[in-house]
């Protein structure tokens, strides 16, 4: 049998080093090895790989060693979603090669935004979720819909109107994308013009197409990929709780750090007025004048102790003297004999016979004359 073309999808494909592609090809009824042999392989535009859907063409024959039929390939074509496939890759690469995937094209999405552009169809799901998500994070945000074709022919031109008409208008951030579907409905946003458009965008884009599992060309090429359009606008749109959770934490700190600047302040503000109060040349005429009042204490103080200490040994001085006085010796029956001159006789030898006296009592004088002396020394010697 031979220029036959069977349709199916590849499984267990090898590639081996002589260059041959081992590979079997199936659908619901049944299976068929194949093999495509070096020489043929300019019959191969792509790399092939676990579950395309292909068309190949070639011959069907018995391989003598294991006695069983084998479709040796000539040529081998994408079949449906399989072409899409391709386009997509080759799409790929060629935009990769570009620099339109590179990370330093990517715009940073910003955090505090007050329009939120959306380019999708206005009676999705998606739509829906974007609204509710972002109304319930911050209310705030004004939501500006361009309501584009999201799929079909048409599809590639409006996803391209809206981006530059959301741009035009001045929106904060961009979301663009669709609810999930088939590769076929999601191809526009494979399309070349809709990649352009995004890497073109100065309003950082969020692409949110189909779900976690789909990719599409725009995802490579936006600022940042969301894996649903539910998750899109929770990374476009900053909970509001969050923020006023910031403000009010920058509230403490600032509140917090005025307070210390003000302790400061007024700690800085009394050392000044203590130097301002210090050079004042009224406060320095009080302050010599406590000086002075506190030396004159000091002085009295000390002229108090040095009289206490004279009294005290004048005092002394006079008990003293007082033992030495002539009228204590008066006081204790004792006389004071002197001459009518003033002159102290302290000795018989003194006085003469006939000679007037005047003898010192403790309660007057008396005058008398010497009518005769007699000394104690001349009777001791005569005694002896």
Request: some cysteine; overall charge positive.
């Amino acid at each position: 049998m031979r220029s036959l073309f069977v349709k199916g999808e590849v499984s267990n494909c090898k590639y081996h080093s002589s260059g041959h592609i081992y590979f079997t090809l199936k659908d619901a009824k049944g299976t068929i090895s194949c093999v495509m042999f070096a020489g043929s392989r300019e019959g191969l535009s792509f790399r092939m790989s676990e579950g395309q859907q292909v068309i190949v063409g070639g011959t069907v024959d018995v391989y003598e060693r294991d006695g069983k039929y084998q479709l040796y390939a000539k040529q081998i074509l994408l079949d449906g979603n399989g072409l899409l496939y391709e386009k997509f890759e080759q799409l790929k690469r060629e935009l990769e090669e570009l620099g339109m995937f590179a990370r330093e094209y990517k715009q940073p999405i910003p955090r505090f935004i007050r329009t939120l552009g959306v380019v999708t169809a206005d009676t999705g799901a998606a739509v829906r979720d974007i609204i509710q998500i972002a109304g319930r994070r911050n209310p705030y945000v004004q939501i500006i819909l361009y309501p584009a074709i999201v799929q079909g022919e048409a599809a590639a031109a409006s996803i391209v109107a809206g981006i530059r008409a959301l741009e035009a208008f001045g929106v904060d951030v961009m979301i663009v994308g669709r609810g999930g579907g088939s590769i076929e409905d999601l191809w526009a946003f494979n399309e070349r013009a809709v990649a352009q458009a995004v890497f073109d965008c100065s309003v950082p884009v969020i692409s949110a197409v189909g779900h976690e599992t789909d990719t599409t060309i725009t995802d490579f090429v936006a600022d940042l990929r969301a894996p649903t359009p539910s998750a899109a606008a929770e990374l476009a749109v900053t909970d509001i709780r969050e923020i006023l959770g910031e403000v009010a934490a920058y509230q403490d700190r600032l509140k917090s750090l005025i307070l210390r600047r003000i302790d400061r302040t007024r700690e800085q503000t009394h050392r000044l007025e203590l130097q301002l109060k210090g050079a004042s040349p009224l406060y320095r005429i009080r302050e010599k004048r406590l000086e002075a009042i506190s030396a004159e204490e000091r002085i009295q103080e000390r002229m108090r102790r040095i009289l206490e200490n004279r009294r005290h040994r004048l005092s002394v001085f006079l008990e003293r003297m007082k033992g030495l006085s002539p009228l204590e010796r008066l006081n204790s029956g004792y006389s004071y004999v002197q001459d009518m001159a003033g002159h102290h006789i302290g000795s018989v030898g003194q006085v003469k016979e006939g000679q007037e006296l005047v003898l010192i009592m403790k309660d007057g004088r008396i005058h008398a004359k010497v009518t005769g002396r007699e000394g104690f020394l001349e009777k001791r010697e005569i005694m002896c």
